[in-house]
């Protein structure tokens, strides 16, 4: 019996001591420029804001600026500060829409890839990005579809799923051979 009461414990901590930790991903909370802003000039910097602690590898965080003429005005590589993401632009003059393009990396693993644009209504000279912190929406996006992260994340969570129902079909399996051999000990002791 002591076996039987040590294997539901451990196959209880598993289930329940490991999903917390599958399901938790970061998302973007807020950037500089804010996603569909229109700014007068170019800014110098683009800032990312994540909801979790960011893992700053080599080629694992990259940021994209593209102009309106198509050019990435990204300079370098960017800098990576717990949840911050810090991306210098080069100087671009040209009025349009600018296409930020993200990939990053966070602490439990899971890559977050995602695309938001700003406006430059006039060309003009990079200046320092002052516009306040918002909060990303996307067109057509809810703030629930946002919160859900891309479609990679989907698949990685169904994937989890599968093998933890997998796991604990097998487990329950194993739960029943076992009682029944138990019934059937008992059985032949009395």
Known sequence: MRRVSAFVFLVTAFTFGVAPIASAHTTLLSSVPAVDSE??????????????ELIALGKGTKVSVIAPSGKDISIGVPTVMKAHVS???SVDSTPGVYSVKFRVVAADGHVL??????TVTAGQSATPATAPIMKPTMPGSSEEE???G???????????RVGAFL????LAGGL???FSQLKRRKGRDS
């Open 39 to 52: 700014l007068t000039q170019v800014p110098t910097t683009v800032e990312l804001e994540f909801g979790e």
């Open 87 to 89: 991306q210098p632009l």
């Open 113 to 118: 890839e995602d695309t938001y644009a700003f």
């Open 146 to 148: 946002l919160a859900e």
């Open 150 to 160: 891309s479609g990679e994340e989907e698949g990685s969570n169904l994937l989890i």
């Open 167 to 170: 796991v604990i079909g097998l």
């Open 176 to 178: 029943r051979v076992g």
